[in-house]
Nanobody, 123 residues
Framework: QVQLVESGGGLVQAGGSLRLSCIAS????????MGWFRQAPGEEREFVAA????????YYADSVKGRFTISRDNAKNTVYLQMDTLKPEDSAVYYC????????????????WGQGTQVTVSS
């Protein structure tokens, strides 16, 4: 079992930055591919970014490519999402998630989920 806890969300103006963190407990994070997802009210949960267990591969949704950066520190059991040049349409609850094998974008492929952190971007 892996427990995931997100933090770092908040209210920011358009063009600003936030850094989300996801801390894992229960098992070593180094065993898992990690992903970030988001869900706005009335919308489906959507993929944002993913990173392989060794951090040698990353994968981004087109909507965030060039603005967001996913990284991880396995020694700290933590995954990060640096979000720059934020837009109002980035407003959502952001979730981190874990799976054992390859980088994928489908939320249904991730087994473990955090409870989410709210990001609100004002115009």
């Amino acid at each position: 079992q892996v427990q995931l806890v997100e933090s770092g969300g908040g209210l920011v103006q358009a063009g600003g930055s936030l850094r989300l963190s996801c801390i894992a407990s229960g098992r070593a994070l180094s065993s898992y591919t990690m992903g970030w997802f988001r869900q706005a009210p009335g919308e489906e949960r959507e993929f944002v970014a993913a990173i392989s267990w060794s951090a040698d591969r990353t994968y981004y949704a087109d909507s965030v490519k060039g603005r967001f950066t996913i990284s991880r520190d396995n020694a700290k059991n933590t995954v990060y999402l640096q979000m720059d040049t934020l837009k109002p349409e980035d407003s959502a609850v952001y979730y981190c998630a874990a799976r054992i094998t390859s980088l994928v974008a489908a939320p249904s492929e991730y087994r473990y989920w955090g409870q989410g952190t709210q990001v609100t971007v004002s115009s």
